[in-house]
Nanobody, 117 residues
C-alpha cells in the first residue's frame, strides 16, 4: 500500500509564493508519474502539473512559467513551487501518483491553497 502525504498549503496574497510537497511512502518499486491536481468549489478536478519517471514535465497552460514541479528522488517526494500566485489559483490541491507495472493510482488527502486579491 502506498500513502501520499501533502504539506505546504495556506493563505497567501496575490503575487506571493507557496511550495507544496508530497511525500510517498510504502511499497514503491517504480513509479510512472507523480503530479498535482486541483479542485476549486463547483469545478471539476484538473491537472496542474505532472512529472514522469523519466523526468518529463507537463503543465496546465495557465500555470506555465509560474509553477515548477520537481522530484527529490532520494526522499520519494514531489514538490510544486508556485510563484506569482493569482486568486484563480485558489483550490484544494491533490497529489497523485501512478505507480508500478499495473499503473496503480493513489491520491493524497488534499491541501488548501487560498490566494487573496
Amino acid at each position: 500500500q502506498v500513502q501520499l502525504v501533502e504539506s505546504g498549503g495556506g493563505l497567501v496574497q496575490a503575487g506571493g509564493s507557496l511550495r507544496l510537497s508530497c511525500a510517498a511512502s510504502g511499497s514503491i518499486f517504480s513509479w510512472n508519474s507523480m503530479g498535482w491536481y486541483r479542485q476549486a468549489p463547483g469545478k471539476q478536478r484538473e491537472l496542474v502539473a505532472v512529472i514522469t519517471g523519466g523526468g518529463n514535465t507537463n503543465y496546465k497552460d495557465s500555470v506555465k512559467g509560474r509553477f515548477t514541479i520537481f522530484r527529490e528522488r532520494a526522499k520519494n517526494t514531489v514538490s510544486l513551487q508556485m510563484n506569482g500566485l493569482k486568486p484563480e489559483d485558489t483550490a484544494v490541491y491533490y497529489c497523485n501518483a501512478d505507480i508500478g507495472p499495473y499503473r496503480s493510482v493513489y491520491w493524497g488527502q488534499g491541501t488548501q491553497v487560498t490566494v487573496s486579491s
